[in-house]
């Protein structure tokens, strides 16, 4: 049995103050941190392979439809802007294309042929890593597209939510996040996305910082794109050039960056 599927351990919701509906989903909530602490050991593991296949010239894929495929884009959209890398480094595949991150196409996630279609499109290869992402653990479009990468020899990972699943057969290393019933019976974008959500924020973190796109605990690559990015930058190359203000105003400005702006502090 699916656990994703199970009955809500809550009854007659719709009885329920605001009050109680949501000190009740906050309990549930509070069980999402031990399930991916317990599960730690599998994260380190795919995150030391991830980093692996990058340091040799690969690239991480992120397959997986819904709520699962949308966490996966949030995941790969945010690594340029955060660590300053580029756009085809984390890439993530959803069922039913770009159209699917705004509006709901359930149904593309049937097509079992469809993700080694996407992910032939960027030309995979044995050098990346291609993580499945299924709440579920049963996805026809994720498992589809991991058998053919097994196939072609192609290492696979996977996030879900449901020990003794179809995924964890096709996956070289599975992590599986056991936060129990949701709220809302079956509500997967609750207890089993934040579950991915916080797994995926610590892979790609970690890999990050292990391939040196973080000084310390900064943001040295981030883009600085506004107002309140350049006040941060400004701010890292103070604490860390223990300079002023404006002189790291005007290393930013004339660098162009924060990490330049730092490497070039004592020449200026």
Same mark, same amino acid.
């Given at each position: 049995m699916k656990v994703t599927e199970s009955q809500s351990l809550y009854n007659n919701?719709?009885?329920?103050?605001?009050?109680?509906?949501?000190?009740?989903i906050?309990?549930?909530?509070?069980?999402?941190?031990?399930?991916?602490?317990?599960?730690?050991?599998?994260i380190t593991k795919l995150s030391e392979k991830i980093y692996q296949q990058i340091k040799s010239g690969g690239r991480l894929f992120y397959i997986g439809s819904g709520t699962s495929g949308r966490l996966g884009?949030?995941?790969?959209?945010?690594?340029?802007?955060?660590?300053?890398?580029? !756009?085809?480094?984390?890439?993530?595949?959803i069922a039913g294309g770009d159209d699917a991150i705004r509006s709901a196409i359930e149904?593309?996630?049937? !097509?079992?042929?469809?993700?080694?279609?996407?992910?032939?499109?960027h030309n995979i290869n044995k050098k990346d890593i291609v993580i499945g992402i299924s709440a579920s653990g049963t996805t026809p479009y994720v498992i589809g597209g991991l058998k053919e990468c097994q196939k072609n020899k192609?290492?696979? +990972?996977?996030?879900?939510?449901?020990?003794?699943m179809e995924i964890n057969?096709?996956?070289n290393l599975s992590i599986i996040l056991n936060v129990g019933p949701e709220f809302l019976t079956g509500s997967t974008r609750m207890k089993s996305g934040t579950a991915q959500k916080m797994t995926l924020n610590m892979l790609t973190t970690s890999v990050m910082i292990k391939l040196g796109y973080v000084m310390d605990n900064k943001m040295i690559d981030m883009h600085i794109k506004n107002k309140k990015l350049k006040e941060r +930058?400004?701010?890292?190359?103070?604490?860390?050039?223990?300079?002023?203000?404006?002189?790291?105003?005007?290393?930013?400005?004339?660098?162009?960056?924060?990490?330049?702006?730092?490497? !070039?502090?004592?020449?200026?």
């Amino acid at each position: 049995m699916k656990v994703t599927e199970s009955q809500s351990l809550y009854n007659n919701l719709e009885t329920m103050s605001f009050n109680e509906i949501l000190y009740s989903i906050n309990k549930e909530d509070q069980k999402i941190a031990q399930a991916v602490h317990d599960v730690i050991p599998h994260i380190t593991k795919l995150s030391e392979k991830i980093y692996q296949q990058i340091k040799s010239g690969g690239r991480l894929f992120y397959i997986g439809s819904g709520t699962s495929g949308r966490l996966g884009v949030l995941d790969a959209s945010e690594c340029p802007p955060t660590f300053g890398v580029s !756009n085809d480094l984390v890439i993530a595949l959803i069922a039913g294309g770009d159209d699917a991150i705004r509006s709901a196409i359930e149904a593309a996630e049937d !097509n079992n042929h469809q993700a080694w279609k996407d992910l032939k499109k960027h030309n995979i290869n044995k050098k990346d890593i291609v993580i499945g992402i299924s709440a579920s653990g049963t996805t026809p479009y994720v498992i589809g597209g991991l058998k053919e990468c097994q196939k072609n020899k192609i290492y696979t +990972g996977s996030i879900s939510c449901n020990h003794n699943m179809e995924i964890n057969n096709v996956s070289n290393l599975s992590i599986i996040l056991n936060v129990g019933p949701e709220f809302l019976t079956g509500s997967t974008r609750m207890k089993s996305g934040t579950a991915q959500k916080m797994t995926l924020n610590m892979l790609t973190t970690s890999v990050m910082i292990k391939l040196g796109y973080v000084m310390d605990n900064k943001m040295i690559d981030m883009h600085i794109k506004n107002k309140k990015l350049k006040e941060r +930058g400004i701010k890292m190359i103070c604490e860390i050039c223990n300079t002023s203000k404006i002189k790291a105003e005007a290393l930013l400005k004339k660098y162009g960056n924060i990490r330049l702006a730092i490497k !070039n502090f004592k020449h200026d």
